[in-house]
């Protein structure tokens, strides 16, 4: 089992800036490839960013690139979502979750193990 706790969200305006973290307990948190989802009200929650184990290797959803960064610390046991020039439509409910070993679909929730509750994140324009 792996308990993450996401923290860091808040009501911030449109061009602010938020750090979100997660942090992991449990089994060993290096195991896992971790990724960051959100979920809008009346939408499909959507994936936003992923990173490998050693933290080598990240991707990131196109409606993101360049103003989101995912890194972790693996001896802390934290994932984090650096969250720059927000806008309105990245309001959303922010889960981080841990891939299933041998998983192949990154962008897929089903894939994932185990996920936090979630910290709000609304931007105002």
């Known amino acids: 089992q792996v308990q993450l706790v996401e923290s860091g969200g808040g009501l911030v305006q449109a061009g602010d800036s938020l750090r979100l973290s997660c942090a992991a307990s449990?089994?060993?948190?290096?195991?896992?490839?971790m990724s960051w989802f959100r979920q809008a009200p009346g939408k499909e929650r959507e994936f936003v960013a992923t990173?490998?184990?050693?933290?080598?290797?990240?991707n990131y959803a196109d409606s993101v690139k360049g103003r989101f960064t995912i890194s972790r610390d693996n001896a802390a046991n934290m994932l984090y979502l650096q969250m720059n020039s927000l806008r309105p439509e990245d309001t959303a409910v922010y889960y981080c979750?841990?891939?299933?070993?041998?998983?192949?679909?990154?962008?897929?929730?089903?894939?994932?193990?185990?996920w936090g509750r979630g910290t709000q994140v609304t931007v105002s324009s």
């Open positions: 449990g089994r060993p948190f290096s195991s896992y490839r």
């Open positions: 979750a841990a891939f299933k070993i041998g998983g192949t679909n990154v962008a897929q929730f089903s894939e994932y193990d185990y």
């Open positions: 990173i490998s184990r050693s933290g080598g290797t990240t």
